[in-house]
């Protein structure tokens, strides 16, 4: 899912070649992407893009006469920049957004249909987009903290849940546990003030490091290589790859829809964590640590 740094290039680019264009246009492929019906999307037709901005992982169009279009692209929405009245792809186009200078193409490579577009009239109704979560970016190290510690969670749940902190999912809140050497899984609550502000500067650094890169890579044009899969990230979607830091081979947590990837020399001692299914499945024989598991895995020399 496109996080915060992935959704502020986004709206920085589309903010430069969209703002103060009119809207001459749109084409719906998808029936479930619009959630709304009132206001009418044709509404928005002729509109002057206002602007855009940012909710969470939601990118937010401002029109003129008070109109916003909210579009959340979930895990596999994405947005392309084409010629004008450029054909909407058949195998996974949403929507189409025509303007005299291109089409702004909504695609999802999902058959579950996630992604979704909201029309609503007056900013008092982008409340209900709102989770509530802390916008880290600007936020001191005691709001940081007490958005952490209000309830008991692991790190990787508390950075990648929208009720607590902004913007930040699965990707990068590996990057940043990674960052601050600390264990997917170590308390909200058993955190001290130092380790709290550690891992404030990390998440911050991090996110201002890959939105800088991800700003550098777009350029003058549009982002189309948006991913949370980079080989640059230091320990997500790298599994048994080696950690930039100390070589040793990144290790994952799978459960339910999502996993943690993680690198255990730097950040839990060198200790496994134990993936539910797999440890309930080995038993006795699940490898506690770095150690135990590349004694596993190297091959065993032939008894003479």
């Known amino acids: ?34 959630r709304t019906v009132e206001p009418p999307l044709g509404e928005l037709h002729g509109s002057v893009v206002d602007g855009f901005e940012r909710i969470g992982k939601r990118i937010v169009w401002r029109f003129e006469g008070d109109l916003f279009l909210v579009i959340h692209l979930m895990i596999a929405g ?24 291109g089409t702004l193409i909504f695609s ?28 880290l970016m ?37 990057e940043i546990l990674h960052r601050a050497r600390m264990s997917p899984f170590k308390q909200t609550r058993s955190m001290s003030d130092d380790d709290l502000a550690a891992l404030h500067r990390a998440a911050i650094d991090v996110l201002e490091e890959w939105t800088a890169r991800l700003r550098e890579g777009a350029g003058d044009g549009f982002p ?13 979607g790298k599994y048994r790859e080696p950690c930039p830091v100390c070589g040793k081979a990144v290790q994952r947590i799978r459960y339910a829809d999502s996993e943690a990837n993680y690198c255990a020399q730097c950040q839990t001692g060198g200790k496994l964590l134990a993936d539910r299914s797999l440890s309930r499945l080995l038993k006795q024989s699940w490898p506690r640590t770095l150690e135990e598991l590349e004694e596993r895995r190297s091959p065993k020399k032939p008894s003479r």
Request: proline share 5%.
């Open 1 to 34: 899912m496109p996080e915060y740094p992935d959704v502020t290039v986004y709206i920085e680019r589309l903010e430069a070649m969209l703002g103060g264009q009119a809207l001459e246009g749109i084409r719906v492929a998808s029936p479930f992407v619009l």
């Open 78 to 101: 994405r947005l392309h920049w084409r010629r004008p009245q450029a054909a909407l792809p058949k195998r996974n186009g949403l929507a189409a957004f025509d303007f005299e200078t």
């Open 108 to 135: 999802e490579a999902s058959r579950k249909k996630r992604a979704s577009m909201h029309v609503v009239r007056g900013r008092d109704a982008l409340g209900d987009f709102d989770r509530g979560g802390l916008e």
């Open 138 to 174: 600007g936020a001191s190290v005691s709001d940081f903290a007490e958005a952490m510690r209000a309830e008991k969670h692991t790190l990787k749940r508390a950075l990648s849940d929208p009720r607590i902190l902004s913007g930040i999912g699965n990707a990068y809140s590996d």
């Open 224 to 236: 189309e290589k948006v991913t949370a899969f980079r080989p640059e990230m230091a320990v997500h």
